[in-house]
């Protein structure tokens, strides 16, 4: 049996889950299913790793309307803080987080599409807050480090489409240690995040 990791980009995998849902968002449990459904038959589970940013929560002025928008009392902040907590608490999972940055406000796509057609006025739902999120990128690496450099486990199986971890994953195979990558069936993968990874496996949910 070989001793295994788990990393859950869980940006990437919340947005597939929920695809793979019919635009429901996953539950806590989901999430969990779909990381054990990774496994193979010759492989032991050591831990589930989560890498994501707590919602943002705080309060901003809305650029058009001046009314202070509270991203606390949103559904997407309840829904997503109970996911969390959900998980946190789980068997043999681990939860990393990063932060989230407030950029500012920005059109959305749509919006600026529609303007250039129409050459309507600006509305209130034209624009979105610009979020960003750090540190979840350099977590993913640190544990991918760590799991590899101390022979923790055999096999690490990451979840993600995200090229930004090519070089860990090099790493993590100079140490001795197999990747395993999971693309949840997206299109877009680069091929060098291919060329590093020990097999790429495909994992269907539900």
Same mark, same amino acid.
């Given at each position: 049996?070989?001793?295994? &990791?788990? +990393?859950?980009?869980?940006?990437?995998? $919340?947005?597939?889950?929920?695809? &793979?849902?019919?635009?429901?968002?996953?539950?806590?449990?989901?999430?969990?299913? $779909?990381?054990? #459904?990774?496994?193979?038959?010759?492989?032991?589970? @050591?831990?589930?790793?989560?890498?994501?940013?707590?919602?943002?929560?705080?309060?901003?002025?809305?650029? +058009?309307?001046?009314?202070?928008?509270?991203?606390?009392?949103?559904?997407? @902040? !309840?829904?997503?803080?109970?996911?969390?907590?959900?998980?946190?608490?789980?068997?043999?999972?681990? @939860?990393? !987080?990063?932060?989230? !940055? $407030?950029?500012?406000?920005?059109?959305?796509? #749509? &919006?600026?599409?529609?303007?250039?057609?129409?050459?309507? &006025?600006?509305?209130?739902?034209? @624009?979105?807050?610009?979020?960003?999120?750090?540190?979840?990128?350099?977590?993913?690496? /640190?544990?991918? %480090?760590?799991?590899? !450099?101390?022979?923790?486990?055999?096999?690490?199986? /990451?979840?993600?489409?995200?090229?930004?971890?090519?070089?860990?994953?090099?790493? %993590?195979?100079?140490?001795?240690?197999?990747?395993? +990558?999971?693309?949840?069936?997206?299109? +877009?993968?680069?091929?060098?995040?291919?060329?590093?990874?020990?097999?790429?496996?495909?994992?269907?949910?539900?």
């Amino acid at each position: 049996m070989k001793k295994t &990791a788990i +990393l859950l980009d869980m940006g990437f995998v $919340f947005l597939k889950l929920k695809h &793979a849902l019919g635009k429901r968002q996953p539950t806590a449990i989901e999430i969990r299913q $779909f990381a054990l #459904k990774c496994l193979e038959k010759d492989e032991e589970i @050591f831990r589930i790793y989560c890498y994501d940013c707590p919602p943002y929560g705080e309060k901003q002025t809305h650029p +058009l309307n001046k009314k202070l928008v509270d991203f606390s009392t949103t559904p997407t @902040f !309840s829904s997503r803080t109970k996911i969390m907590n959900d998980l946190k608490i789980m068997d043999n999972i681990a @939860f990393r !987080s990063g932060e989230l !940055s $407030f950029d500012g406000w920005v059109l959305s796509q #749509k &919006a600026v599409k529609n303007i250039l057609k129409t050459n309507r &006025a600006f509305v209130d739902d034209d @624009f979105m807050p610009d979020i960003k999120q750090k540190g979840v990128d350099m977590k993913i690496g /640190l544990d991918v %480090a760590w799991l590899s !450099s101390k022979s923790i486990v055999e096999r690490i199986i /990451l979840v993600t489409a995200d090229s930004d971890f090519v070089p860990p994953m090099k790493f %993590a195979r100079r140490e001795g240690v197999q990747v395993v +990558l999971v693309t949840m069936g997206h299109m +877009l993968v680069k091929n060098e995040l291919k060329e590093h990874a020990d097999e790429l496996r495909s994992v269907t949910f539900p």
